[in-house]
């Protein structure tokens, strides 16, 4: 098994998940988007340290993962506050400093 | 001496087999529910497609000898961080789904073509940077007798501050999530005399909303009760029903039925008469 496939598959993952963020007009969904391209980062980690044979990279993949959890909460918090007093999730809504 | 030696190269042959089987299953998967996850209108199949992405990308850990991320990744991902989603895909509502209008003209094939760029420019940058069979983590496992263990001395060794760090980032961003979710009440709560006398100031009828039509074929919440004059009350059914188009009106036989009936020209089944009625009555009292 040739370990820059895993490489590879996560480079894919994190163009997805770009495209995703670039193109999605849903808060919660460009959220999504972000999580995929951590977790394209964290599969990078996890193959480099299988090749090199030192673990760091898992250590690191799973301080990501914690970063990325505690993201998560407070970017859901701060689009569950938006939605209370714009009644929307979308982001073209959040236009008041644009004026 | 060289059977063990033999062994071994045959168990490493077998393992990278397994390996190569499960990364050819896991990974177009995993790319699946990353352009499911994209193309899906709705946020809520956007949600089922990532945790998809999240479940293949745990089993690609354990392929990679990292059995401990792997089941993080499940507990974190596809357990906490995917039902956080979903609830709060529930409070902001299912018809939350994505317009289709560009706000910027063009920004949509140019993010595509840009992010493809970057795409091929990090498959062209690491896609052929590690060099020679991958070393595996057999011995570094082995050394702390596991790879919970080794990762434990790492973690408490020599990334034990960002291990502190990381406890004080979790227990701020509990806390910002409660702030950020608190509403401060700027009016005292209004009692229930309050709420009657203010729902009897509106305009409109006062009595209860129409409740969804219950007819001897659909008694379901997405019928919509009918008006005296055939029509149908299009508030009786819940809001996100309305929302997302799932309404099953009365069917028309049944409503022409119903008219023919009022008008006379035919009847539904035994006609009701007064002594009839009566009877019915005296029994039900006895």
């Known amino acids: 098994m040739d370990p820059n496939a895993y490489v590879l598959l996560s480079a894919i993952l994190f163009t997805i998940g770009s495209v995703g963020v670039l193109v999605r007009r849903n808060a919660i969904v460009m959220f999504m988007c972000v999580e995929v391209m951590l977790n394209a980062a964290n599969l990078a980690f996890v193959s480099f340290a299988h090749a090199n044979g030192n673990l760091d990279g898992q250590a690191i993949a799973f301080f990501v993962m914690v970063v990325a959890a505690s993201e998560v909460v407070v970017g859901l918090a701060i689009i569950m506050t938006i939605f209370r007093t714009r009644r929307s999730a979308s982001v073209d809504e959040e236009n008041l400093l644009k004026y | ?286």
Request: with cysteine; hydrophobic share 50%; net charge negative.
């Open chain 2, 1 to 286: 001496m060289s059977v063990v030696a033999a062994a071994a190269a045959q168990a490493a042959q077998d393992s990278s087999w397994a390996q190569t089987v499960i990364f050819w299953v896991c990974a177009p998967l995993s790319v699946l529910g990353a352009l499911g996850m994209v193309v899906s209108r709705k946020a809520v199949h956007s949600a089922l497609w990532v945790a998809v992405t999240m479940i293949n990308l745990a089993i690609l850990y354990v392929a990679l000898q990292a059995p401990f991320l792997g089941m993080v990744q499940v507990i974190v991902y596809t357990g906490a961080v995917m039902m956080l989603f979903l609830f709060v895909l529930m409070i902001v509502g299912v018809d939350s789904s994505d317009s289709l209008v560009e706000t910027i003209k063009g920004q949509r094939w140019l993010a595509i073509v840009l992010s493809l760029g970057v795409g091929v420019a990090l498959i062209a940058a690491e896609g052929n940077s590690i060099v020679g069979p991958a070393v595996g983590l057999d011995a570094v496992n082995a050394a702390d007798g596991g790879n919970v263990q080794a990762l434990a001395r790492l973690m408490f060794g020599r990334y034990v501050l960002a291990f502190e760090v990381t406890s004080a980032l979790l227990i701020s961003a509990a806390l910002g999530a409660m702030i950020l979710a608190h509403r401060e009440l700027h009016t005292p709560r209004s009692t229930q005399a309050e709420l009657s006398d203010s729902r009897f100031r509106l305009e409109g009828p006062k009595g209860p909303r129409l409740v969804p039509g219950v007819y001897a074929r659909h008694n379901a919440v997405d019928t919509p009760a009918l008006l005296p004059d055939g029509s149908i009350a299009i508030d009786s059914v819940p809001g996100p029903m309305q929302a997302r188009g799932a309404l099953r009106p009365v069917d028309e036989p049944a409503l022409d039925e119903v008219v023919e009936v009022f008008e006379g020209h035919a009847v539904l089944t035994a006609p009701v008469t007064p002594e009839s009625s009566g009877d019915s009555d005296g029994e039900g009292e006895n």
